[in-house]
């Protein structure tokens, strides 16, 4: 089998990154902006692994592995808060929650 | 004695005041009493097998203790280390040994039961205050002795206001505290000069100041140079405050707030000879300044005098005590001042005998009578308390050096030699002046006064006719209060309290065998303290015109004479008839002289118009007033304000809320870095 280069690898994970991260600024519903924070984030995990085969080393492998953990975390405890949200005003949409301004 | 034995004589007090402190109010009066007296007599056992050794050692042996290096910085090394030379040693007996007697003699003292939920802070500081005690006489540097010094001022100003919830006692504790840091800072600047005069070479350590300076006095400034007079000045301006001397000396009466015991320990057996302590150990620099030394004899013989003359009018027995003492001190500091250094200790040493008798048995008639304190509501009392009463006599008659007795020998070495000191070792007035003689006269003067108001304290309180009590109701409802149910009668004291006060009445007794003057047949004893101390005071060569000659005994039956005929007017005025001292005193004594003396010649008025009414005004006026709720407070107020107005006119156009704005501006800034490194690089 032909070996991947790092350069589409890396082009792959850019974009995905690049998709998440405009999910994430401009979709209203809470549910698809934790969605996109996963793709962000399993763009990265990408990212690590093709740098990991081209320099040979575990490490980013194992940063991958650490970082699907607090992913996992991260999601439970997001869909926690947009459940309670929910409960709150019946609604995910993220423009109804501006408690925080000064 | 194994030398390492030496950093435990500190250790035990310190040890008594944690495990004290740490029960609290668990430790009643016996327990909290019983652990403090432990420690300190543990302390005085290896105190004195030090004194034993050195005394057995051959001349100039000292032995030292080093615990670790404290603090090092460049060639400056200074350690936690003890030093015990003769000096050292006879202190730390007296420290030790008084303190332990008057921690038996607490035991018995603070009884009331009012104050039985706080006697473990009162032996707590007790103990404290002894273990900064032993490290200023004990440290082998400056700085050491400077964490004792200010040590023994803080537990001095925590006894003093032991009973805080009475205000003016808590006042004379802050007084207290006040005048002693002035002279602290005093000292301190005087410390600073020496280590700077001493550039390279500065040290901190006793043994090698003594060393450098005595090689190479040019660093000081040589001989009676300036820089070394400046120095020994602001070192002595510390003493004054410690010790109570002029101008810093209005502390000491107010002190007497504190418990009894307190009075006896702190305020006259230890911590106020620090002073006179300070100036012995460091002898080879003060004897490099005649002009040092001549004010330091001439503060001490006015301060003898002028305290004198308050002791004569104050009724409040410990009052009198309490200006005797100042007196007392200025005759110490007459002694080191004329370069009688072992004379002036001497008399630190028997002094701590009987005025620590003095206070107790004061003590001992103030708990008798249920706090009463006023000698004209005394008298007679050496009928119901025989034993306290006649220990008070063997006081009595060493502080108005009644021959034979500890005091006699003290004083009288100090009067002999300030009249035969050598004109040009105290010249500040220069060479010529007859100095020492004008010195003698007012020590001699102050001898008469101090037997005089020491005999009008003893006849009224202990004889005559008892004045308080039956007549007294509310007196008698006081006693009531306290739940002892005593009769009418004063009453001798507890055991625990008289027993201290005749091992004090034998030591006020027989003190003066420590050193016999040279024309009593004693063999080797004669002069023993002096020659045991003699290789400390050997930098400091002193000389004393006619010393070998036999003035000394017409000196002193001239003084004799007068303190006796003193004593006579005393007993004829205060006991043969009393029905004649007002018209007496109408008779012979000017208004202002009496009323002068009653008021305290209105020092405390002067000061408090002087200095202290220009202090709070200044204070009040442009510190607080305008400095303080202007200036500072402006600048707080001005910046908090500007920060107000910004945040709540600008960002609060950013601070809207929405996360994803805020995911938006993180993310920009991100990709600006990212840009910005990209660029860069």
């Known amino acids: ?72 975390a991260e999601a439970a405890v997001g869909l926690a808060l947009v459940l309670l949200l929910f409960r709150h005003k019946a609604s995910v949409d993220l423009d109804h929650f501006t408690m925080l301004k000064g | 004695m194994n030398p390492a034995l030496l950093s435990l004589v500190p250790a035990f007090p310190l040890l008594g005041a944690i495990t004290i402190a740490l029960l609290n109010r668990k430790a009643s009066r016996l327990v909290a009493g019983g652990i403090a007296t432990a420690m300190v007599s543990l302390s005085a056992v290896f105190s004195f097998w030090t004194l034993a050794t050195l005394a057995s050692a051959e001349e100039g042996a000292t032995l030292s203790a080093r615990l670790y290096e404290w603090i090092s910085i460049g060639n400056v090394h200074v350690d936690i280390a003890f030093l015990a030379d003769p000096l050292t040693a006879t202190m730390m007996c007296v420290v030790t040994g008084v303190g332990a007697l008057i921690h038996v003699y607490s035991i018995g003292y603070m009884d009331d039961p009012a104050d039985a939920q706080s006697t473990w802070r009162f032996f707590a500081y007790l103990n404290l205050f002894i273990f900064a005690m032993l490290l200023l006489i004990m440290g082998d540097n400056f700085l050491l002795m400077f964490v004792g010094w200010e040590g023994v001022g803080m537990c001095s100003y925590l006894l003093i206001g032991f009973w805080y919830k009475n205000t003016d006692f808590a006042k004379a504790g802050k007084k207290a505290f006040i005048a002693n840091r002035v002279g602290d800072f005093s000292f301190l600047i005087g410390l600073f000069m020496l280590f700077w005069a001493l550039g390279d070479q500065a040290t901190l350590r006793f043994a090698d100041l003594q060393q450098v300076i005595v090689a190479d006095p040019g660093l000081v400034g040589g001989h009676g140079g300036a820089l070394v007079t400046a120095v020994c000045l602001l070192l002595f301006g510390g003493a004054t405050g410690k010790s109570a001397q002029i101008p810093l000396f209005v502390w000491l009466p107010d002190a007497m707030a504190g418990p009894t015991p307190v009075s006896a320990l702190i305020h006259a057996a230890t911590m106020v000879t620090s002073g006179i302590y300070m100036i012995c150990r460091l002898s080879f620099l003060f004897a490099l300044s005649p002009v040092a030394m001549g004010v330091i004899a001439t503060i001490g013989a006015l301060t003898a005098f002028f305290a004198a003359t308050i002791a004569v009018t104050q009724t409040d027995i410990k009052k009198v005590l309490a200006y005797s003492t100042v007196s007392q001190l200025g005759y110490m500091f007459l002694g080191v001042g004329v370069g009688a250094f072992s004379a002036g200790f001497f008399h630190v040493i028997t002094h701590a005998f009987f005025k620590a008798l003095l206070f107790l048995g004061a003590g001992a008639v103030i708990h008798a009578l249920h706090h009463e304190q006023d000698m004209r509501k005394m008298g007679g009392l050496l009928k119901y308390m025989k034993i306290t009463g006649g220990m008070y006599m063997l006081a009595w008659l060493a502080i108005i050096g009644f021959p034979g007795f500890s005091g006699f020998f003290s004083k009288d070495e100090i009067l002999w030699l300030t009249f035969s000191a050598n004109p040009a070792q105290i010249a500040l007035f220069g060479p010529d002046f007859p100095l020492p003689k004008i010195l003698w006269m007012i020590g001699a003067i102050t001898a008469v006064l101090t037997a005089f108001y020491m005999s009008r304290l003893v006849f009224m309180s202990f004889f005559g006719e008892y004045r308080g009590g039956d007549a007294d109701a509310h007196g008698h409802a006081a006693h009531d209060d306290h739940g002892h149910g005593h009769g009418h009668k004063p009453h001798e004291v507890s055991p625990l309290m008289w027993l201290p006060l005749v091992v004090l009445g034998l030591l006020s007794l027989g003190g003066g065998l420590l050193n016999l003057p040279h024309w009593v047949p004693a063999g080797n004893m004669t002069g023993w303290l002096h020659h045991f101390l003699e290789p400390v005071f050997a930098n400091a060569p002193m000389h004393f015109d006619g010393a070998e000659e036999s003035l000394e005994i017409p000196i002193m039956l001239c003084t004799l004479g007068m303190v006796f005929a003193s004593v006579a007017i005393s ?14 005193k109408e008779e012979l004594v000017p208004d202002f002289v009496y009323l002068g003396s009653l008021n305290k010649w209105y020092i405390d008025e002067l000061y408090q118009a002087a200095i202290i009414g220009p202090i709070l005004v200044g204070s009040r006026q442009v510190l607080w007033a305008i400095v303080d709720a202007q200036l500072i407070d402006g600048m707080v107020n001005g910046v908090a ?25 993180l993310a920009a800034g991100a990709a600006v870095m990212v840009l910005a490194f990209a660029v860069g690089s």
Not at chain 1, 47 to 63: E, I, K, N, T, Y
Not at chain 2, 571 to 584: E, H, M, V
Not at chain 2, 641 to 665: C, D, K, P, T
């Open chain 2, 641 to 665: 304000g500007l920060l107000r107005r910004i945040s709540s006119g600008y960002s609060r156009v950013v601070q809207n809320g929405h996360v994803q704005f805020y995911a938006l501006v």
């Open chain 2, 571 to 584: 007993w004829y005025l205060y006991l043969r008839r009393p029905q004649d001292l007002a018209s007496a």
């Open chain 1, 1 to 72: 089998m032909e070996q991947v280069g790092l350069y589409p690898v890396l082009v792959t994970s850019a974009v995905i990154f690049t998709l998440g991260a405009v999910g994430v600024l401009t979709r209203r519903n809470a549910l698809i902006v934790l969605m996109s924070i996963e793709l962000m984030l399993n763009a990265v995990n990408l990212a690590f692994v093709g740098f990991s085969r081209h320099h040979g080393l575990p490490d980013g492998q194992v940063f991958a592995v650490f970082v699907m953990a607090v992913a996992a």
